[in-house]
């Protein structure tokens, strides 16, 4: 396991930051936090990075414990704060070698390896300005760049692409991708379900600084409580129709989207000859019927009881007592 | 040693940037520069300018290493580049002396300023140089650490200069320059800035009783 985590805790005051978080990340895997804004996830990185002080818990890199001396496992790990953190006064290229030497390279490899990267991330143009200059996407792009410079095993990424424009968003996330199937283990958070989504094998839902569920996309999918969705597009449709079917059929739970639209939530497989029998015998045309499958903001929302749109607005906030 | 590669990436990396950065300009190297000018101007003899000079010495290392502080780790701190240093696996204890190790290179730097300005007014032979500078670094490494003190309890460069100046202000007046009155002499050898600038004045002045010193030492 690249990451071992357990019974990490955080309080600022009486403020829960982070209580009983536990998780572990499997080497060469890319595992996401997702969680609303004040979820605790920029807490949990500061801990398991060495930039705060857990309450309590223990964190484990590649077998060892480390809770007691993050700052042995720093060259181990490369990180990308929420918000660029590299000198403005320096340009992208001296920045990178700057933090080059940071972790100990020697001049002339410092110079080889800051060229490739400025060119792996598009910046080689941009190389000899100043760090100021920059756009946000460049910026975090060079962020990251500076987090990958001493070749880590393990990359954690504050919400890599939150607040930047969506080209560069995209290319982040391929180089992302890249540097996964090279081999090395990430750790992001985000609170973009879709980003969740695309990159991450496994995922962890946070909310008011507690893990609610972990598991695969698959595992996360199958836990929903209605395994199957159907969704039939109908010439009427209302509540009262939605608790007839509801009643009639054992193990479905039916609801009205919008008049017409009615979803059907079941465990098994449906059936749908009787489906159609149950429209027909009240004269109801079916115009469509069709299986839907469960987004992640699905089972996000009923887990989490979040609504999506209330991801971005500050989130939940827990308190002792 | 890795570390150390990262320790004088640090220190050359400060220097070039904040140097000359205006607040630490200001503070650290024009307003020693005029505070020089002033003092040499107003002196009428030879005599009175090697007088004054060791506390005007001081002075500029005291300015000059709590303003290059205030940049190096309050403007560090608000702009969150510090955290990238606390993040790398470099020891905590590098990391500090690399943070003020560029300041009292300054500070002793700054304490070149006023000795040259007087070289051009006056015979400085005589000095007792070996004395004179590990006075001047012994100035230049307390008020790094009085810098530092400010540097990380304030969040802003302003406030960090401004807070400064609590010390900076009362320090010119204890340090002797302008009251030569004798209770007040005592009670500011205790400061950070009177005991070393009492060590120049006796380097500067009598150099024969210092090598003397030294060699019993
Ligand atoms: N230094 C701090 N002092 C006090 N409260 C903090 C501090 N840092 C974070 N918090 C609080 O802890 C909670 C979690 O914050 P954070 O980890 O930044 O959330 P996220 O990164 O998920 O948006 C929030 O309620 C935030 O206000
Ligand atoms: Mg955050």
């Given amino acids: ?321 | 040693m890795r570390h150390w590669e990262a320790f004088w990436c640090i220190v050359l990396k400060d220097m070039r940037t904040y140097y000359l950065k205006p607040p630490n300009l200001s503070w650290g190297i024009l307003f020693p520069v005029a505070w020089t000018g002033m003092f040499f101007i107003r002196s009428q003899t030879p005599v009175d300018i090697r007088m004054i000079l060791p506390g005007v010495m001081a002075m500029s290392i005291l300015f000059g290493t709590t303003s290059m502080l205030a940049v190096t780790v309050t403007f560090e701190r608000k702009g969150r580049s510090f955290e990238r240093l606390l993040l790398s696996p470099v020891p905590l204890r590098l990391l500090m002396l690399a943070k003020t190790g560029g300041a009292i290179f300054f500070g002793i730097v700054n304490a070149c300023i006023p000795v040259l300005i007087a070289s051009f007014l006056i015979d400085i032979s005589g000095i007792g140089w070996a004395a004179l500078a590990g006075s001047v670094a012994l100035i230049a490494v307390s008020s790094t650490f009085l810098g530092l003190f400010i540097a990380v309890s304030v969040s802003e460069v302003f406030e960090a200069q401004t807070f400064s100046n609590f010390f900076r202000f009362p320090m010119v007046f204890l340090c002797g320059l302008f009251s030569p009155w004798p209770h007040c002499r005592l009670r500011s050898s205790r400061s950070v800035i009177c005991f070393p600038s009492h060590t120049v004045r006796i380097s500067c002045t009598m150099r024969s009783t210092v090598r003397a010193a030294c060699r019993c030492g």
């Fill in chain 1, 1 to 321: 396991m690249a990451i071992e985590v357990s019974g990490l805790r955080k309080y600022f005051g009486r403020l829960r930051a982070v209580e009983n978080v536990e998780f572990s990340v499997g080497e060469g895997e890319i595992f996401g936090f997702l969680g609303p804004n004040g979820a605790g996830k920029t807490t949990t990185i500061n801990m398991l990075t060495g930039l705060a002080r857990p309450d309590s818990g223990r964190i484990r890199y590649f077998g060892r414990d480390y809770t007691a001396d993050i700052k042995q496992a720093q060259h181990l790990m490369g990180i990308v704060p929420d918000e660029s953190n590299l000198y403005p006064e320096l340009t992208g290229r001296e920045n990178l070698k700057f933090c080059a030497a940071l972790y100990g390279m020697p001049g002339r490899e410092r110079e080889q390896r800051s060229s490739r990267l400025l060119e792996t991330f598009g910046l080689t143009e941009a190389a000899e300005r100043k760090f100021a200059t920059y756009s946000r996407g460049m910026k975090r792009k060079l962020t990251i760049a500076a987090g990958i410079i001493h070749r880590p095993g393990i990359l954690f990424l504050d919400e890599p692409t939150s607040g930047i424009d969506v080209a560069s968003a995209r290319q982040i996330r391929s180089l992302l991708s890249g540097l996964n199937r090279r081999g090395t283990t990430i750790f992001l958070t985000t609170h973009y379900i879709e980003e969740a989504e695309r990159l991450c094998a496994r995922i962890a839902f946070i909310v008011a600084g507690r893990i609610v569920r972990v598991g695969t996309l698959d595992e996360l999918m199958s836990s929903l409580e209605a395994g199957h969705v159907v969704e039939l597009l109908t010439s009427a449709g209302t509540d009262q129709l939605a608790a007839e079917l509801s009643g009639e059929f054992a193990g479905v739970r039916a609801e009205t989207v919008e008049p017409g639209r009615t979803r059907l939530y079941c465990r098994k497989r449906l059936d749908l000859a009787p489906l159609f029998g149950f429209f027909e015998r009240r004269g109801i045309e079916v115009s469509e019927a069709r299986l839907v499958r469960p987004s992640l903001e699905d089972v996000f929302v009923r887990v989490t009881g979040l609504e999506i749109a209330k991801m971005d607005n500050g989130g939940h906030r827990g308190r002792r007592g």
